[in-house]
């Protein structure tokens, strides 16, 4: 029939550890991509659609221990469920781009490592789950773990949780990411977080320029 042929529109994760910059340089990507004429939405994990953001609640607030590790991975892929397929999936259908602030390699990194899940449980609900729909290319912002969490709690509010839980939670957490990425060059570039606001920016942009615009 006269159906046009299925291209989707790029997709792009930002991951990294509490306050490495993600929700920042977000803002730039995005503002660097509407600049280039590009149609963007910029979506957030765990989160992104409403149910999504309703299970959000349930993760990111409360007593750092009130999930064991799989109900919590558990409730990450339901909200990463939902936000596929409500909002990730048809804005890319619609030829936007989607740049979502965490995907599921924050639940590698978190549950995965940082509780000491182990890596399995992970890889076989992102098959069943996400399959062939996650990104494209994944920024991971590297940072030592003290700056990060300094960065974070300057950002407030009652979204703490995660930041709460031990500084040998986060130091996994970093080790895991950029095991993740170097296992993955594919998908992931590692970019060095410690610069200034604008530096990374533009470092992000040459890297989704090189990979998904030349
Ligand atoms: N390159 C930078 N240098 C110094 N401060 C920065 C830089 N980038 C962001 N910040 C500041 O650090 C704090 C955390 O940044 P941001 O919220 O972007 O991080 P995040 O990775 O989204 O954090 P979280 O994981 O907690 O959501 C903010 O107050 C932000 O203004
Ligand atoms: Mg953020």
Known sequence: MGQAPATRAPFISLEGGEGSGKSTQ???LNDSLQALGKPVLTTREPGGAPGAEEIRALLVQG????????TETLLHFAARRDHLVKTV???RMAGRWVVSDRFADSTMAYQG???KLGPEIITRLYDLVVGADGPD???VLDLPVEIGLRRA???GGVE??????GRDFHERLRQAYLAIAKAAPERCVIVDASGSETAIASQILAIVTDRLLS
């Open 26 to 28: 977000i803002r730039y």
């Open 63 to 70: 007593a750092p221990g009130r999930w064991d590790g799989l």
């Open 89 to 91: 999936n048809p804005a």
């Open 113 to 115: 490592f940082g509780q």
């Open 137 to 139: 290319l994944t920024l």
């Open 153 to 155: 709690v300057g950002r």
């Open 160 to 165: 703490d949780r995660y930041e709460r839980m």
